[in-house]
């Protein structure tokens, strides 16, 4: 189990859907040491325990976003992630023993939690931590860029008070850099004022 802890990232298991970070079932299930079907029947047998901030089924719609999605990531997989299966096969195949209808449920960092709680397994108490550190460091990276937005806002705002403080100085500026007209140039000789 430490192998597989230590080889395969989590972040790349949790998507957002409806505002929260979830985690498929057929993930989830994989994680903890149990087949899909068997932690959904503990999910069915323990629904007070799970409301709908901590798990919830996908619709259709949800489904085939999130479907065309790994399709479309499957085509970039590197050879690095071959090792544990195409990301897209995984989540499609892996419910081939599922009717066609069947739409996965997805868990919160918190139902997470629970399913480890209603699985009562060593494996999935252990992995329970790893996933809701994924949970925590996506949280963390979502702040900072939020904090780094921010700061890129304050700085476009700051740049454009300046961009118009420059504008209005280069407008006074202007006539003074204009060229001088040329004196008026006075006629070599003598010449009195009655010359005039």
Known sequence: MEKTINTERLEPLIFRIRGHR???DADLARLYGSSTRALNQAVDRNRERFPADFAFQLTAKEFGALRSQFATSSVQTTDAHSERGNRSQFVIGSQRHRSRDFRPWV????????????????QAVQMSVFLVRAFVRLREQVAANTAILKRLAEIDKT?????????????????????RADPPTRAIGFHTDLDG
């Open 22 to 24: 979830v985690v498929l």
């Open 107 to 122: 868990f919160t960092e918190h139902g997470a939690l629970m399913a480890a709680n209603v699985l009562r397994s060593e």
């Open 159 to 179: 740049l454009l008070e300046h961009d118009s403080a420059l504008r209005d100085l280069y407008r006074k500026l202007l006539p003074l850099l204009e060229p």
